[in-house]
């Protein structure tokens, strides 16, 4: 019970501490606190600057992904040693690996079309 009181003491004799500079300078009569400024976290102004940094971080991040993911099929074929299932397993994944990559592609060039396009129209 004694010990519960103590430990109460000392948290609050710690917080005290950590707020006391905090309130004496918030009440200091005659200085108006500092203006706020909130700063746009993004560093974009336009929605076609906000989705060319998004299709970036994801060309940046599936690039090495799709890379990994073709020597894995390459591997697949390697191991199927002329089985037909497992060279079916290693086609379809080659495939999907493929059908990515042209998706990932595909998308970067339909945005930079779609922007070619916006910025034409103005």
Same mark, same amino acid.
């Given at each position: 019970?004694?010990?519960?009181?103590?430990?109460?003491?000392?948290?609050?004799?710690?917080?005290? #501490?950590?707020? /006391? =500079?905090?309130?004496?300078?918030?009440? $200091? =009569?005659?200085?108006?606190?500092? =203006?706020? %400024? @909130?700063?746009? =976290? @993004? %560093?974009?102004? $336009?929605?076609? !600057? +906000?989705? /060319?940094?998004?299709?970036?971080? #994801?060309?940046?991040? !599936?690039?090495?992904?799709? #890379?990994? !993911?073709?020597?894995?099929?390459?591997?697949?074929?390697? %191991?199927?040693?002329?089985?037909?299932?497992? +060279?079916?397993?290693?086609?379809?994944?080659?495939?999907? $690996?493929?059908?990515?990559? !042209? #998706?990932?592609?595909?998308?970067?060039?339909?945005? /930079?079309?779609? %922007?070619?396009?916006?910025?034409?129209?103005?």
């Amino acid at each position: 019970m004694m010990k519960k009181i103590l430990n109460k003491i000392q948290y609050l004799f710690f917080l005290g #501490v950590i707020y /006391a =500079p905090i309130l004496i300078k918030a009440e $200091t =009569p005659g200085t108006p606190p500092p =203006p706020i %400024k @909130l700063g746009n =976290p @993004l %560093k974009v102004d $336009t929605f076609e !600057a +906000l989705i /060319a940094e998004i299709l970036k971080v #994801v060309v940046m991040i !599936a690039s090495p992904i799709a #890379v990994l !993911a073709i020597i894995y099929s390459g591997f697949l074929f390697v %191991k199927a040693r002329g089985k037909p299932e497992e +060279l079916k397993s290693a086609r379809e994944t080659l495939m999907g $690996t493929i059908i990515g990559i !042209a #998706v990932l592609l595909g998308a970067s060039v339909l945005s /930079a079309v779609i %922007k070619g396009t916006i910025q034409s129209l103005k």
